[in-house]
């Protein structure tokens, strides 16, 4: 079947006369960035946090920069993705001292999107592996108390607190998703599952979902090549560009030796009544010579030439 | 010891990647850059010709163009033909008039400098030519050695350039090509990273072919052909399974060819011409020319002429 | 006779947050620029564990210590680290994103508090010399701007830096409310010259409508620190009082719509007479550095390499003579 809520999440280099640069670089250069994506057919749109005050710099307010977003087709700005991916003094979910103010962070997240059509805020909920270990029960149950408050200020202003794991933070293996599922409540905390970063993690995404299908809040569609099988997740400072010998982790669905089964989770997400957004995701899509103008329409042409011949029912 | 650096290039513009030949800001800018990180002089395609024709008047006020921004001359050009069964195989002999005619004319359109070599890849694309047998490679010297005798008036070496997909690469092609040639006039113009590719270790074809080799490639790559890409229709370089790019500038971290080896037996023989930095295809995979032939040159001022020195202090 | 050395900027490398990140492409970004002649680099603050030559703790953790990117810059036949260039009001999260302007003393000791790492990490990489951007964006101070306070945060990071061996240089750019004559000499009246320097950036003054020539000379002893890039553009229109000037102005987001302010020397458009400035200093005693820089280019690599062709080429022709000339360590 033919699904209907498409999102793209906001990774973005292009070319401008400064050499590659994101397309906030000026107004000219986000329209043209929308132009494509409504050409495509995406109808939902997330970014980050930190980049809702450049678009309300460019348009004048979030909300103008979604009517603009209105005016490409799109129903409207639909997610929004927080990450504190480096431990500072200020924002570590395993320290309970820093949780007032990262808190306070999502307030003014939750404040800057009232009245908007998101629905999901999406939060990267630890800091990179190697900054937290030993990762123990103890810091995953301190995370879990930060994001069940959080979750509980987000849900009456209707939005939806979800978890997106990086293969480099500090809860990436089965057992540590089960620990912090435990220990946050389903109704606040939901699960959001990437792809790529769980199969590079060595957990098996398709399983991910089903097991946690009623929590689930959203996905990043992405592929990888490759699995972490050399413990790249605690490489320092940073594993997502520095690991030894892999410049790249991530590619657009239908990468030749891409790992991921997308028709597999295609019709597991049709039998399931997830009703949710499906996200397609391609970040650091630049590396190597890549474009991401093109890896985004190749990504939707396998949408909409394979993923939309799917069928519930077989599995 | 010279550095000469050969044409290939590529730069961002408005309208996309262009080549230095787009503009003459553009070959400003190109040669300016050749300049500033240390080569010498530059080697260029012969076809260039007609550019240079429309843009400069002559090869002669192109080379004043050169000489303007700090390089010393042209050294070398590569004659890039389009073979073609019908009327431009070295290995078929009713197609040699026609060939013989095209140096003719070419060596006289280049009169207006005096070059050290014309490159030539001496064999059709493997798939033309195969099977590749004694009597192919016999009537292909026999070609390069009329061409060599013409060359050689105007005061030009023939020096052949052997691409990992052409029909002489394998070491017994190779020697029985220059078995057949005449060293007064046919030479050989090594290139690192093709002989690497098609598994000819570089170091040793040198030394065995020194007294004829009139110039060197020096470039690098990751990967011999062991899936005979060389045999790819219709084209090996970018189309070949085992990479999609052969060619990196020397010093990269995988490459193949052991430069140090090299240069000693650069030294160890004697040549003192021109030494050429090529980078075929370097903006593959998101690279870019102008930091690769910096990354050589450095290389080269740094290692290679280090261990030259060395070398000659034996 | 002054005897400046010549360094080149390393932050237009960094065009998109994931670039610039893996070191086998710092190494070939110090290659280029040693090979190209320069045997120095600039380094620039930056927050985040990508821009991992901006902040103290990234780069000691890449390269194991300070010794060991000084080792590695050595190995790559980079000489020394010139500079670093940083700016007091840019939010930086392992500073918990504080928003802090040279203009309110309410801020000043948070200031004090944040360029202490960066003093620590210069010492560390035998480097004397800390650019601090003066002020925010005229557009963003608004019209009040307490040039005194100004002063008196920069006088009190001089101070420190001096304690460590390290001397401050105002970097007074293009979109601050002090980008003209006036402003840069209210500031410099206002700043004990034991303290505080002046970094002169050719093309930010040629965007002011300035000529560097002019304030090169007016100010030549307090010069402490050159940026020499060029601009083929002047804001006639002050549009650097826009509120979003940073990407209105110098983004082409608004007026003009100018996209690219700042180049690299050799072409015909170029405002700045790079040679007149260089004989400025060269007639001075001037004995610090000059900074080329890529900043803006599409091509970080190219503009290096044509930078470097006119000095040795046009404007100064002692700088392949200035560039060391004997091997780097390996």
């Given amino acids: 079947m033919t699904w209907k809520r498409w999102s793209y999440m906001d990774h973005w280099i292009t070319g401008t006369p400064q050499g590659p640069r994101q397309p906030t670089f000026n107004r000219n250069h986000t329209e043209r960035y929308l132009r494509q994506l409504e050409t495509l057919g995406f109808t939902g749109f997330d970014t980050f946090g930190f980049t809702l005050p450049i678009y309300a710099s460019l348009y004048g307010s979030v909300p103008a920069f979604e009517r603009a977003l209105q005016d490409h087709g799109f129903v409207g700005l639909t ?161 997502e560009l520095m690991a030894t010998g892999v410049p790249r982790w991530f590619y657009e669905m239908g990468t030749p030796e891409g790992l991921v089964d997308f028709p597999a989770l295609m019709r597991e997400i049709l039998d399931s009544g997830f009703d949710g957004w499906l996200t397609v995701e391609h970040d650091k899509a630049d590396l190597g010579g890549g474009n991401f103008a093109e890896a985004t329409a190749v990504a939707k042409w396998y949408i909409d030439n394979v993923l939309d011949s799917v069928r519930g029912g077989a599995a | 010891m010279k550095w000469s650096y050969m044409d290939h290039w590529r730069s961002p513009s408005p309208n996309g990647p262009i080549d230095q030949w787009q503009t003459y800001d553009s070959m400003d800018r190109f040669l300016k850059q050749v300049a500033a990180v240390g080569y ?131 070491k017994e092609e190779l020697d029985t090509f220059y078995a057949y040639t005449d060293p007064a006039l046919v030479n050989l113009f090594v290139d690192t ?71 000693r037996a650069v030294v160890r023989n004697g040549y003192d011409g021109w030494l050429s930095v090529e980078h075929d295809k370097a903006n593959k995979l998101g690279g870019d020319h102008a930091e690769s032939t910096a990354i050589a040159r450095w290389y080269a001022k740094n290692v290679l002429e280090k261990v030259a020195r060395e070398e000659a202090a034996k | 006779m002054s005897g400046f050395r010549y360094s080149y900027a390393l932050n237009q490398w960094r065009q998109s947050p994931t670039s610039f990140v893996r070191l086998e492409d710092h190494e070939r970004a110090f290659k280029t620029l040693s090979v190209s002649g320069f045997r120095a680099v600039e380094l620039w603050a930056g927050t985040g564990r990508w821009s991992n030559l901006g902040r103290p703790e990234h780069l000691r953790l890449n390269y194991g210590s300070s010794a060991g990117f000084v080792g590695r810059l050595a190995e790559c036949g980079i000489d020394a680290v010139s500079s670093l260039t940083w700016d007091p009001s840019a939010p930086a999260a392992e500073e918990g994103f504080d ?41 963003r101070i608004g019209a009040d701007l307490d040039v005194g306070a100004v002063a008196s945060v920069l006088e009190r990071i001089g101070s420190a830096a001096k304690d460590r061996g390290v001397r401050l240089a105002a970097d007074i750019d293009c979109l601050s409310p002090l980008r003209d004559a006036a402003g840069i000499a209210s500031l410099l009246d206002s700043t004990d010259p034991d303290l505080v320097d002046l970094s002169l950036s050719t093309a930010d003054l040629v965007v002011a409508g300035e000529d560097p020539v002019a304030i090169a000379r007016r100010h030549v002893d307090r010069i402490g620190h050159v940026h020499l890039k060029d601009s083929h553009f002047v804001d006639s229109e002050n549009a650097y009082l826009l509120p979003g000037a940073e990407v209105d102005m110098l983004q082409g987001n608004a007026g003009r719509r100018i996209e690219r302010w700042f180049f690299e020397f050799g072409s015909e458009a170029g405002l700045v007479d790079a040679a007149a400035v260089l004989g400025v200093l060269g007639e001075s005693d001037y004995s610090g550095w000059v900074v080329l820089e890529s900043d803006q280019s599409p091509e970080p690599a190219t503009s290096a390499m044509l930078n470097a062709w006119y000095l040795t080429h046009i404007a100064a022709a002692g700088f392949r003579a200035a560039a060391r000339t004997e091997e780097p360590a390996r």
């Fill in chain 1, 79 to 239: 997610g929004v993705f927080a990450a504190y991916p480096y431990a500072t003094d200020f924002a570590a979910p395993h320290r309970r001292e820093t949780h007032d103010r990262i808190f306070a962070d999502f307030e003014r997240t939750a404040a800057a999107v009232d009245g908007l059509a998101v629905e999901n805020v999406i939060v990267m909920p630890t800091n990179t592996y190697f900054q937290v270990e030993p990762v123990t029960d103890e810091t995953i149950k301190i995370t879990a108390e930060l994001w069940n408050r959080v979750g509980a200020m987000l849900a009456p202003r209707g939005l939806n607190l979800t978890c997106h794991f990086e293969f480099w933070g500090a809860i990436r293996t089965e057992d540590e998703l089960a620990l912090f599922f435990e220990h946050t409540d389903p109704e606040l905390v939901g699960f959001f599952c990437d792809t790529a970063q769980h199969t590079i993690a060595g957990v098996d995404p398709l399983a991910l979902f089903r097991r946690y299908r009623d929590r689930c809040r959203g996905f990043h569609f992405k592929d990888t090549q490759r699995v972490d099988d050399f413990d790249a997740y605690r490489t320092a400072p940073d594993a």
């Fill in chain 2, 40 to 170: 010498d002089a530059i080697d260029t395609f012969d076809h260039r010709y007609f550019t240079i024709i429309d843009q400069y008047g002559s090869v002669a006020n192109y080379q004043e163009f050169v000489q303007e921004r700090g390089l010393e001359r042209i050294v070398n050009t590569f004659h890039a033909a389009a073979y073609d069964q019908r009327n431009y195989a070295p290995h078929i002999a009713s197609t040699h008039d026609n060939i013989l005619e095209d140096f003719r004319v070419t060596m006289d359109r280049w009169s207006g400098i005096q070059l050290d070599n014309i490159i030539v890849m001496p064999a059709t694309l493997y798939y033309d030519m195969e099977p590749v047998t004694e009597d192919k490679i016999k009537t292909t010297a026999e070609l390069w050695n009329k061409v060599g005798a013409i060359t050689l008036d105007a005061g030009v070496k023939l020096t052949c350039h052997h691409e990992f997909f052409c029909g002489i690469q394998s």
């Fill in chain 3, 99 to 139: 928003l802090r302007s040279t203009s309110r003393p309410a801020d000043h000791a948070r200031i004090l508090a944040a360029v202490d790492p960066y003093l620590d990490l210069l010492t560390e990489l035998g480097c004397d010399r800390i650019v601090v951007r003066a002020t925010e964006p005229a557009g």
């Fill in chain 2, 193 to 263: 990273a093709q002989h690497c590719i098609a598994s000819v270790d570089p170091v040793e074809f040198y030394e065995k072919y020194a007294d004829r080799v009139t110039g060197f490639h020096f470039k690098d790559t990751r990967h011999q052909d062991l899936v005979g890409d060389y045999r790819r229709r219709p084209d090996a370089e970018l189309m070949g399974t085992t990479t999609p790019r052969w060619f990196h500038e020397m010093g990269d971290e995988g490459g193949l060819v052991d430069f140090e080896a090299f240069m």
